[in-house]
């Protein structure tokens, strides 16, 4: 039966090349896009999978920048203890050569002295973006390795800790070098502080006691009276004495003088190592002070090492192979840490690209396929359209029934 209200093959050609346009667009879109799974609506499960992924690879990118922030902080490190291993080597060899009677014992010991101050050198400029793990004040630094995710979905981060080494010569040790008249003792950095006024007069009454906590040779005191900073480091001879509390004292009277400091400084005899300052500008003057423990680090020791004489010749021989092993083993400790860092580092970075390669098989569209798919979809629009005319069509024969 004909009708002219309901053409159902004009129905079926238009229902069929709305389904070929359909395919079309989305091959069209995977086509521009790359993708076959874009956005949620194409694939929810897969869509959501990828996204997970993908925000793994952006937080494994992240932990690759601090894999390399770690690594070039322990190659520092490692570097100087490597260097520090080598300049004590080399300090070995003028110990030995000391051993020796008929040499110039004060130009070795000046030799030597000199490698010492190179070795602090050393250790002072071993740190990389601000940490220094070679000066004994950092215990250890957690490098971000990893991020962990379980069958749950909870993500936990991973660290590679890198235990730092001592190899200073000297810190502030826990004896109480000296007071304050403020009544702050030392705290644990052998540090006090109190202030002159600024009308001449004192806030209290401006003394420093120097006591003697056993103090050894290379020991130093300083103190800082406003904006100068002045110290006094003790001698073997001054250990000899028996006040070496008023040499110090004496000693820094006479720095403080030196300077720019507008104080008056004088030393109270009748009380042995005390000095008094007195404010003699118009500004309040803040004074504080410190001890440092020459025997205090890993390589503390080397402070005492003294070869102008055969005892301390024959002393020092003993000294420097301790130093030297203690350097070896920071070496050591730092490049066996490296090495894994690097090997996580490459890690990571083969995981990453693995990652992205199950990302992209996931949801990365066949462009063979596609382009096949394609030329077979535009050819059946070509024919849906045709049919869709011919249907059209077919209510135009009705009307030769009426002529």
Do not use: C, H
């Not at 040499?247 to 008094?276: F, P």
């Not at 990571?348 to 979809?377: N, P, Y």
């Amino acid at each position: 039966m004909s009708s002219i209200l309901t053409n159902n093959g004009a129905m079926v050609a238009l229902q069929t090349l709305k389904g070929i346009n359909s395919s079309l667009s989305k091959t069209q879109t995977e086509i521009s896009t790359g993708k076959s799974v874009s956005s949620a609506k194409d694939n929810s499960a897969v869509w959501a999978i990828s996204k997970v992924m993908e925000s793994d690879v952006k937080g494994f990118k992240a932990i690759s920048d601090s894999l390399a922030l770690g690594e070039s902080t322990v190659a520092v490190a490692r570097q100087a203890s490597e260097t520090v291993t080598d300049l004590l080597t080399q300090m070995k060899g003028k110990i030995v050569a000391a051993q020796e009677g008929n040499v110039d014992r004060v130009k070795i010991n000046a030799d030597v002295s000199a490698l010492k101050d190179q070795i602090t050198s050393v250790v002072s400029a071993a740190q990389f973006n601000g940490l220094n793990l070679i000066d004994g004040n950092t215990a250890s630094a957690d490098v971000l390795s990893s991020l962990d995710r379980d069958s749950s979905g909870n993500v936990t981060a991973s660290n590679i800790t890198v235990t730092g080494q001592d190899l200073a010569i000297g810190g502030y040790s826990a004896k109480a070098a000296f007071t304050g008249s403020d009544g702050l003792a030392a705290d644990n950095d052998d540090a006090f502080g109190f202030s002159l006024d600024g009308t001449g007069g004192t806030d209290d009454d401006g003394t420093i006691v120097i006591v003697d906590p056993t103090y050894a040779a290379g020991d130093k005191i300083s103190l800082t009276i406003g904006e100068q900073e002045v110290s006094y480091t003790i001698t073997a001879d001054d250990i000899a004495s028996t006040s070496v509390e008023d040499i110090i004292a004496v000693n820094l009277k006479s720095a403080i003088e030196a300077t720019d400091a507008e104080v008056s400084v004088d030393y109270n005899i009748a009380n042995a190592g005390t000095l008094v300052i007195t404010n003699t500008g118009t500004e309040s003057v803040a004074i504080s002070g410190q001890f440092q423990n020459a025997g205090a680090g890993g390589l503390g020791t080397m402070a005492a090492i003294d070869v102008s004489t055969q005892a301390g010749a024959a002393s020092a021989l003993g000294t420097i192979e301790t130093l030297i092993d203690t350097a070896i083993d920071a070496a050591s400790a730092f490049g066996s840490v490296q090495g894994r860092i690097e090997t996580q580092a490459d890690f990571i970075s083969q995981l990453t690209d693995s990652l992205k390669a199950g990302i992209g098989s996931l949801v990365d569209a066949d462009m063979e396929e596609t382009s096949a798919r394609l030329q077979a979809l535009q050819v059946q629009q070509q024919l849906g359209v045709q049919s869709l005319s011919i249907a059209n069509q077919a209510p135009q024969s009705i009307m030769s029934l009426f002529r």
